[in-house]
T-cell receptor
Framework: EDKVVQSPLSLVVHEGDTVTLNCSYE??????LLWYKQEKKAPTFLFML????IEKKSGRLSSILDKKELSSILNITATQTGDSAIYLC??????????FGPGTRLSVLP | ETGVTQTPRHLVMGMTNKKSLKCEQH?????MYWYKQSAKKPLELMFV???????ENNSVPSRFSPECPNSSHLFLHLHTLQPEDSALYLC?????????????FGQGTRLTVV
């Protein structure tokens, strides 16, 4: 059964800190790994990592895929209160569904 | 706005009611999904439709009945639900094509069963 694990499950930091969120997976026929940010309701897309694109960066956010270790990290530098959210990791394997991890709840204090 | 619209945003229904959730996208996507998000649980896949045909049904109780009349619309018909079905129901869509594409989510419907 496909499985996605995230750690930590919750994290509290202060503005300006750098955080690293972890995602590990077990999936049949890996196709891609995706990171989403969920603030209130709709998860919003951040990054997609595949075998041909294992590192992505956008502003203060960056992500790396380690296919050997079956894991990925999401880094956020110089955190802001607006970064407070649940960060979801999802993996697409065989079939057309995405398997989601439990999420990391990040709280950034002023 | 992601381009995926769900209605209603909030729904309270009794256990004997029948209601429907609606999802709509005009992004040209050809795969649509229903997910359930309960408190303190990961997003759970319920149904997947690709090219208007159901391709996945993750052992969802029959009191949930999906319908995909065309590639732009997806419904979730609800009948005789239980209080434990109270959750956030999220719809997503993507363009399923060679290569990899991300899924876009709607705002969700917060369902409360009383």
């Amino acid at each position: 059964e496909d499985k996605v694990v995230q750690s930590p499950l919750s994290l509290v930091v202060h503005e300006g800190d750098t955080v690293t969120l972890n995602c590990s997976y077990e999936v049949t026929n890996f196709r891609s790994l995706l990171w989403y940010k969920q603030e209130k309701k709709a998860p919003t897309f951040l990054f997609m990592l595949t075998s041909s694109g294992i590192e992505k960066k956008s502003g203060r956010l960056s992500s790396i895929l380690d296919k050997k270790e079956l894991s990925s990290i999401l880094n956020i530098t110089a955190t802001q209160t607006g970064d407070s959210a649940i960060y979801l990791c999802a993996v697409e394997g065989a079939g057309q569904n995405f398997v989601f991890g439990p999420g990391t709840r990040l709280s950034v204090l002023p | 706005e992601t381009g995926v619209t769900q209605t209603p945003r909030h729904l309270v229904m009794g256990m004997t009611n029948k209601k429907s959730l609606k999802c709509e996208q005009h992004l040209g996507h050809n795969a649509m999904y229903w997910y359930k998000q309960s408190a303190k649980k990961p997003l759970e896949l319920m149904f997947v439709y690709s090219l208007e045909e159901r391709v996945e049904n993750n052992s969802v109780p029959s009191r949930f009945s999906p319908e995909c009349p065309n590639s732009s619309h997806l419904f979730l018909h609800l009948h005789t639900l239980q209080p434990e079905d109270s959750a956030l129901y999220l719809c997503a869509s993507r363009r399923d094509r060679p290569g990899n594409t991300e899924a876009f989510f709607g705002q969700g419907t917060r369902l409360t069963v009383v």
